[in-house]
């Protein structure tokens, strides 16, 4: 086994299953392998490439933009939350990292301001954030020889700790650590969950076999409330489309020399990619179904895209579903009952609050287990 997936092992081990094989359920699984717990993870697309096209899963689908500093709460769950899953990512990024899928926290990340009632509110942010790395956007950051930025008159932010993870090479990266730690990865659906007696809960799959478990997390996003409704709980969530685009820019002699990880104009996310290629993503709230015409408000942003980038060619598109809560705040993190927990409904924030994730599911099973 590999040495740098030693942790340290906890005495009370339990047989735990994980519902849910995205970036999230993969953490959690990960995570309490490396505790010392037995644990199985559940899901059918397990089994199936990782690739971009069409409707897909949420984690495969996202751009993996980390930002953790840059929101406008100081204070509060969901900035606690933030704070502590950009910590842990520091020393995630060097555990889960391997020679053929490298990963690493590409920064900085920078937000433009649409108005000038947001550009005078980021100037207020600036000076408040300060000791996170953030402060106004300067000019200077870009070169004569860099490719034209979309037009900001009003400015905008720049971040400099946040930014962005590839979120292909950390499922491959994920994938890796489950198999070091021998978790049992199961590419099927759960058809039942139902209350136990010598173990806690039993649950039935597609394949037709059962197993008791001391403890389910439940980590499915749009799929979780159909499992715990039968159980007399009910966390309805709202589906919230998000919509990508990969496209390549015609030959010039400009480059990305000074463009950040991730730049955020009109709420769409815009990443370099390659030489002549660049990643765009936007979430359309509310959504359901791919529109093309949101593609092509996307890569117009809104009037402001340069013309470099109102002539690159479309290589690829592709969307995926995320589950956001209903009247409730994002993330769910809740023990439902004894050995049910559910760590889901995460919205556009998936990739950026895997870690603390996966350690408040930990820390809840740790705290269960001395009751």
Known sequence: MNTKF?????????????????????????????????VKLIDPQLNKPIARSGEINGSTASLGVLMGNLCRRSTGRNW?????????????????????????LKTPLVRLANSEKEANYMKQLAREKKIFGIELLRNELTTQDSRLWPSHPWGGLISHRDGRIDPINLQYCLLNALANHNVQQIPESVLSLKRGSKYRWKIAITNGTSFDQDTVIICASLGSEALIQPLGHSRPMSPVLGQALK?????DNKNWSGWPSVLIAEGINIIPSAKNVILMGATIEPGKIPDSANLRKMKAINGSAPLWLQESSELNQWSGLRGRPIER???????????????????????????????????????DSTK
């Not at 340290?8 to 717990?37: D, M």
């Open 247 to 251: 496209l390549e820019i015609k030959p």
């Open 329 to 367: 705040a994002a993330p769910l993190l809740e023990q439902l009952e004894p050995g049910l927990i559910l760590a889901t409904g995460h919205y556009r924030n998936g990739i950026l609050l895997a870690p603390v994730t996966a350690e408040w599911v930990g820390e809840k099973i740790a705290k």
């Open 80 to 104: 606690k939350l933030r704070q502590r899953s950009m910590v842990l990512w520091q020393k995630w990024v060097n555990l889960l990292s391997t020679s053929q899928y490298p990963l690493n």
């Open 6 to 38: 030693i942790h340290p092992k906890i005495k009370n081990t339990q047989e735990i299953t994980v519902i849910g094989g995205g970036a999230i359920g993969q953490s959690v699984a990960w995570h309490l392998a490396r505790l010392g717990h037995e």
